[in-house]
């Protein structure tokens, strides 16, 4: 009996054949763990869906990219849309992905990706738009469920940082469908009253569970809120949409009441610090005050009248001192001049030579004579001598000699 042989071509044709006509295997959906994900530079997604099992290789080629829409990573639990066909080269089928979406919490995951892009168009994100948290408040509104760890963490660590701030809590539903109807109304009552700062929150919980914290009217009553938000949803991990919107996000509703109230005891240290601060500041500028009223005093009782008078009687007093002393060194330099001046003029005094036997002889006019050509005889003359005057008259001139020929 004649076999029929076939090449390996023709029988991977053939299973590829029989893989295209099963109409179920043209549209199917596989839902596993993603394994083995890689990204090629040509834009494919290689990767490997896998259950408790088995597992199958998948493809989604660049241009069925528009099927997804986040990215792909391991461990995920997705649910994968495409046709399962035969590479006929390497003889093996694959799932060839046409769309891909997270299954269970991975589609609440891809709901939130979705609502936070769209708000994060609208602009809610916007740094511009966030309200400073006040630094010292005398009213903190809480939004949370009534009993829990969030809300005695709230109120313990409000209470022992600043005993003297109001805690006004709304008792709101945080989970299930009534949920973010509640928290809306909690934001909106205490936004009424007035309160300064408001923190919305619960503990911890699974994506399901704070849910109602990504709802798009809660994240529109946070964004429209005049009173400062604090948000604080689950634990450091969790994220929600509230806590891009809010004015401030908190890791913890634990860490939410450390940053809304502030620590009195630490207050009262600074302002002790202050204080002090300031005592020493007032201490020192008194200092330098008294130092400069020192100088100034000095400077005035300088400056005074009476200083200046003193001042001025002891100058007037030195300078007659002076005056004194020069007029009297002058005196008796000039004494001792005039007596140089006497005795020199006494040499010289007719008077002097008058004692010695000498006389003097004046004519009527009182005119000296002493030339024979001043007289004539009969003129009158009067004669000094030492103790008296003489009157004569001329009888006789003689121009030969002294003594010869002459008559008075």
Known sequence: MKQNVYTVAQINSYIKNMFTQDYLLR?????????????????HI???????????????FAGNRTGLSFKLEEGQMVVVGGTIDVYERDGKYQLYAKQIALDGAGVLYEKFERMKRKLEEMGMFAQEYKQPIPRYIRTLGVVTAPTGAAVRDIINIAARRNPYVQIILYPAIV???????????????????GVDVMIVGRGGGSIEDLWAF????????????????????????????TDFVADLRAPTPSAAAELAVYDAAQLMERFAAYSNALDHAMQAQIRRQRNRLENWKLRLRYLSPINQIQQKRTYSMDL????????????????H???????????????EKLSQGYAYVE????KVINDVNSVKPEDMVRIYVKNGTIQAKVKEIDKVGYGEGTDT
């Open 27 to 43: 549209t199917v959906f596989v839902k596993g763990e993603v394994s083995n994900c890689k990204y090629h530079s040509s834009g």
């Open 46 to 60: 290689y990767f490997t869906l896998k259950d408790a099992k088995g597992v199958i290789a998948c493809v989604m």
């Open 175 to 193: 989970q299930g469908d009534q949920a973010a109807a509640s928290i809306v109304s909690g934001i909106r009552a205490l936004e009424q009253l």
């Open 214 to 241: 990504n709802e798009e009217e809660v994240a529109q009553a946070v964004f429209d809120c005049q009173v400062p938000i604090i948000s604080a949803v689950g634990h450091e991990t969790d994220t929600t949409i």
């Open 320 to 335: 007659e001192g002076r005056l004194t002393g020069s007029m009297n060194s002058a005196l008796v330099q000039q004494r």
């Open 337 to 351: 001049r005039m007596a140089l001046y006497a005795e020199r003029f006494k040499g010289l005094s007719p008077l």
């Open 363 to 366: 004519d009527k006019d009182h």
